[in-house]
């Protein structure tokens, strides 16, 4: 995995976590398929951690610039030192106290927004919404998807206790309320399930500024 190999100097579970994420993760595979067909142009990657997604896009020639935020300073430097060579900058940013996005083509927030209170993710989602100019690609915990969403939220509050990785709430609104901010702000929607080989119930919404539907 040549994006593996970037983080060869960051720590050892770092190397691990990120060699697991971009194995078994679906989320990756998704978005760097859904990237192949429609270049993503200007990235703004919400919620980026250390970085892999957008370092897979770079490497990948799938996107032309990206900036990664995250509140964890410690994550950021380790995405920057993966992320070195690529036109990849990073920036801290506490989402809560600021929920502003500079513009960008495409605007990721993966795993990112059922972290939060209600209050901080309708703010993030708005913010999210002006500043892509063509698309945001969302994963998020789907809260009715039956026996998959109880087994999702328990794994993730299991997640909580024994990983510096996760924060601290699981709150996941519904996907139809995601959908219809998004769909007011000018966007067309899509929701397609995002767990493919696992029993969790993620979800990837696809949203594309009205315009662009039918252009790709």
């Not at 994420?21 to 200007?42: N, Q, Y």
Request: proline share 4%; with cysteine; net charge positive.
């Amino acid at each position: 995995m040549v994006v593996a190999q970037r983080y060869r100097s960051c720590s050892r579970f770092t190397r691990h976590y990120v060699r697991a994420k971009l194995a078994r993760d679906p989320v990756h595979r998704d978005i760097l398929a859904l990237a192949a067909e429609e270049k993503f142009g200007r990235v703004v990657d919400v919620g980026c951690g250390r970085g892999q997604l957008s370092v897979a896009l770079l490497q990948a020639g799938l996107a032309d610039a990206a900036l990664g935020l995250d509140c964890n300073v410690d994550r950021l430097v380790e995405a920057a030192r993966a992320g070195a060579g690529l036109n990849f900058a990073t920036r801290a940013q506490d989402f809560v106290v600021d929920p502003s996005i500079p513009e960008a083509d495409t605007v990721l927030l993966v795993d990112v927004l059922y972290q939060l209170a209600p209050a901080a993710q309708a703010a993030l989602l708005d913010s999210a919404a002006h500043a892509a100019t063509s698309r945001i690609l969302i994963r998020t915990l789907d809260p009715e998807r039956g026996a998959r969403s109880w087994i999702t939220r328990g794994v993730e509050r299991l997640f909580r206790r024994v990983l510096p990785n996760s924060g601290a709430l699981v709150q996941p609104q519904p996907v139809a309320w995601l959908r219809e901010v998004l769909e007011e702000r000018g966007f067309a929607v899509a929701v397609v399930p995002c767990w493919r080989g696992t029993v969790l119930a993620n979800v990837l919404l696809v949203a594309r500024r009205s315009g662009m539907v039918g252009s790709s």
